[in-house]
């Protein structure tokens, strides 16, 4: 007994020296990565700062591609750059703060969720440049930069591909919260299905209302899962995480790939969802990497101005499903994505 | 004997009487240090990455001011849950009460109008506290008739709260022209003020904390409380109405975790979101537990948490570790607080030995 006290006793002493002679080395290389961002304010340094929803840079669609977009501009006009992931939405202000604070140039904040409190900070720091990912302006706002997106026009496109796919006229959507962009997503998505196929029934579901909205895989599953049980073939999952749980369950359905299939959201899927791929036969996206990097850019050099930026949105690619969707499917799709882009065609969605 | 060993088993016994104390602080320590291993294994320098947290929480004013905000519903929270334990109930279902009572106090603030600034606020926070009562009430009741045990019907009362709630910031009560669930803000006089750095919910979390811990230790409801809680026979044999102290237990433990939703409400958020008040029901738990059921203790353990909370984001920017590490402190800390094996274990050969020397001393 008494031995095995020693040991525990010894054992915590080796950690607290582990925990303080690895902290004395480290020291060195903090201070130089903090000599990055300290002369922010200066004209020659330019500093990019972003906050993301309740979510992680990793998230593998929504906040992931804002923040790849930022860092590649970043990095493309020599800048410096830095993120916070917030884990409560009472810390919006407050994580903007952390960059306001420190006069970085320009401040991303990624999603519907904080318009609000990027507008209040917007007008508290008129120096700085906000670009608002997924916030629409409805008064403008010099320093505030909306990047929004026809949400519908990309739904739309992968409707209509489920319109032309579905066997047993039903297909069906799991999405995030019930928010603009969201629903612009579900009801191109709609319309697209209609348009293409009038008998489609379309089964439409959003989360309900919660922190995390567009992180729970586990309710996404069960309601795709539901779906499949009332008979869909084609399941949209439109909403993060939420979205990524009932693409994988689908995946991993019986006749994935051959008669359920599934459609990703925001970014091709294909690449940051792999467990998907069984059953994804691509994804609406929206120019999220794009539109950022495009708009940091113009902050940079000066000819970012307030109000709302337009993105793009289309389908991706099929990847392997390139021989299961039939080539006359694929044109007509074509066809409507290339109607959408010129406006010759419009998904008559209305908020 | 000789004089020394005395000493040590002495010294050994303090540290076995205080275990309240020295169980928690030691738990503490051995999370900051493991913490500090994750964190070096990141290549930051764990004394930095601590630094961060703690100069943000507590050497900021802004940052101050969001330590005390975070602080004041875990606080309540924590109370709610240490009430419950003292007359033997596990209430798990502290979140339920507590949403439920933010929106009640989002509504009185909403819609009473026509009542002078202080009296506003005092109704608005009365709704919330009521329906936090009576939302733990239910299993209150369902417990004491009908021997439903609490952790199960207050766990599913969570969900029914949350079901309920998410229907009315959708339908009756949603803000209009807003596409997000939510209610509209409270009118100016239903806000709870700051005053500097200090938000008057938190003042008012400490009154309440003061008045739990007398209640509980100087009244006679506090010793049937008690009573009940340490042997339910015992307390029927002495004639204590088992029944009303379940329900009034419940009702006092759902009023408290109302209030600290009120507070929320009226003091920091100003409106009803659903993801606002997320899992500080939940941390009132954890809370409760590191404070082994003492209600002032709740007050230390709750601004631990708060300052551990409010000083992630800094801790990010500066450091580029991730918040989360913070709940993993906290779990850390919590498993070998909520682990007596563990400390009865490091401590209980030596414990019975102390006993015996001082027993034989005859001190």
């Known amino acids: ?351 | 004997m000789t004089l020394t060993e005395t000493k040590n088993t002495n010294k050994i016994g303090f540290f076995v009487r205080n275990q309240s104390i020295v169980v928690p602080i030691a738990a503490i320590f051995v999370a900051f240090v493991l913490g500090g291993i994750l964190i070096s294994l990141q290549g930051v320098n764990p004394l930095v990455a601590y630094r961060a947290i703690f100069s943000e929480a507590w050497f900021d004013s802004d940052g101050l001011l969001r330590t005390f905000q975070k602080t004041t519903p875990l606080i309540l929270a924590g109370l709610a849950v240490t009430v419950g334990l003292r007359v033997g109930l596990f209430n798990i279902g502290a979140q339920g009460q507590l949403i439920s009572a933010a929106l009640a106090s989002a509504l009185a603030g909403i819609y009473i109008t026509n009542l002078p600034p202080i009296l506003h606020v005092i109704v608005a926070l009365f709704c919330g506290v009521i329906v936090g009562a009576l939302w733990a009430g239910i299993a209150g009741v369902l417990k004491a008739y009908r021997g439903v045990h609490e952790v199960i019907s207050t766990i599913m009362l969570n969900s029914i709260a949350i079901g309920i709630l998410d229907y009315l910031v959708s339908n009756p009560f949603q803000e209009p022209d807003q596409s997000l669930q939510r209610t509209k803000k409270i009118a100016e006089t239903a806000v709870l003020p700051n005053f500097g750095v200090i938000p008057f919910g938190f003042i008012l979390a400490l009154i309440i904390c003061l008045l739990v811990y007398w209640m509980l230790n100087k009244t006679t409801a506090g010793f049937r409380f008690n009573t009940v809680g340490k042997n339910k026979f015992a307390a029927t044999y002495a004639g204590i109405n088992m029944k009303l102290m379940v329900v009034t237990g419940m009702l006092l433990s759902g009023g408290l975790a109302g209030l600290g939703g009120a507070i929320e409400t009226l003091g920091i958020t100003y409106r009803f979101e659903p993801a606002f008040n997320a899992g500080l029901g939940f941390d009132g738990i954890t809370i409760a537990l590191l404070a082994r059921a003492n209600p002032l203790a709740t007050i230390p353990a709750a601004i631990l948490v708060g300052t551990l909370r409010a000083g992630g984001a800094s801790l990010q920017f500066e450091t580029g570790i991730e918040p989360e590490i913070v709940d993993v402190l906290l779990a850390i800390t919590l498993l070998l607080v909520s682990a007596p094996i563990l400390a009865k274990y490091l401590f209980k050969g030596k414990a019975q030995k102390s006993a015996n020397v001082t027993s034989g001393w005859g001190n």
């Open chain 1, 1 to 351: 007994m008494k031995r095995m006290r020693t040991l525990a006793g010894i054992s915590i002493l080796a950690l607290v020296l582990a925990a303080c002679s690895s902290g004395s080395t480290d020291t060195a290389a903090d201070t130089a990565a903090a000599l990055d961002d300290s002369n922010c304010a200066a004209a020659e340094s330019f500093c990019v700062g972003l906050v993301t929803d309740i979510s992680k840079v990793d998230d593998k669609s929504f906040n992931q591609s804002a923040h790849e977009g930022a860092m590649a501009a970043a990095a493309e006009v020599g800048g410096f750059y830095k993120y916070i992931e917030t884990t409560d939405t009472k810390d919006y202000a407050a994580n903007m703060g952390q960059f306001t604070d420190k006069s970085y140039d320009v401040i991303v904040t990624v999603g519907f969720l904080m318009a609000e409190a990027t507008v209040t900070a917007a007008k508290a720091n008129p120096n700085t440049k906000f670009i608002g990912v997924d916030q629409f302006q409805g008064e403008v706002v010099a320093n505030l930069t909306g990047l929004i997106f026809p949400e519908d026009q990309a739904g739309y496109g992968a409707g209509y591909l489920a319109g032309l796919m579905t066997k047993t006229n039903k297909i069906g959507s799991v999405l995030g919260l019930e928010i603009a962009p969201v629903q612009l997503f579900a009801k191109g998505f709609e319309a697209g299905a209609k348009a293409a196929n009038p008998k489609v029934a379309v089964t439409t579901v959003y989360h309900p209302p919660a922190d995390n909205g567009f992180g729970d895989p586990v309710w996404g599953a069960a309601e795709a899962k539901k779906q499949l049980a009332q008979g869909a073939d084609i399941i949209f999952g439109a909403g993060g995480g939420t979205g990524n749980g009932a693409l994988i369950e689908i995946a991993k359905a019986e006749g994935a790939g051959t008669a359920v299939f599934c459609i990703g959201v925001d970014t091709d899927q294909w690449g940051t969802v792999p467990e998907a791929q069984p059953c994804l036969i691509t994804s609406a996206v929206k120019g999220l990497t794009l539109g950022t990097s495009d708009l940091v850019k113009k902050a940079f050099d000066g000819s970012i101005a307030g109000g709302n930026f337009v993105g793009t949105a289309g389908i991706a690619d099929y990847h392997d499903f390139a021989s299961v969707v039939p080539m006359d499917v694929q044109d007509k799709v074509a066809g409507v994505v290339a109607g959408l882009k010129d406006g010759s065609i419009k998904t008559g969605v209305k908020l």
